[in-house]
């Protein structure tokens, strides 16, 4: 079993910036892609960028260029770099975690930061 929790949650400024990170514990070693999805009020959840445990990075066309992903595997945590916030980036921020090897189809969930962006 593995635990997601995230943090780094809150109200800024558009042009600001914010980071969020994800906390994962349990089953650590069963887990290797990990990523940030986003489910603004009355959209879709979208994907905003993942990253494989080798430090392996793929993003959203949007988010290209403005938002970063890191990994630091020692603490089992993610990280969401936000910069040039804009008013539409406004959303629940969730992490997800993936498992791999014997955990293959393994999908995890933390309950989400809330990011709103005022103008």
């Known amino acids: 079993q593995v635990q997601l929790v995230e943090s780094g949650g809150g109200l800024v400024q558009a042009g600001g910036s914010l980071r969020l990170s994800c906390a994962a514990s349990?089953?650590?070693?069963?887990?290797?892609?990990m990523g940030w999805y986003r489910q603004a009020p009355g959209k879709q959840r979208e994907l905003v960028a993942t990253?494989?445990?080798?430090?392996?990075?793929n993003y959203a066309d949007s988010m290209k260029g403005r938002f970063t992903i890191s990994r630091d595997n020692a603490k089992n945590t993610i990280y969401l770099q936000m910069n040039s916030l804009k008013p539409e980036d406004t959303a629940v921020y969730y992490c997800?975690?993936?498992?791999?090897?014997?955990?293959?189809?393994?999908?995890?969930w933390g309950k989400g930061t809330l990011v709103t962006v005022s103008s």
């Open positions: 349990g089953n650590i070693f069963s887990i290797n892609d």
């Open positions: 990253i494989s445990i080798s430090g392996s990075t």
């Open positions: 997800n975690a993936r498992g791999w090897r014997d955990y293959y189809g393994m999908n995890y």
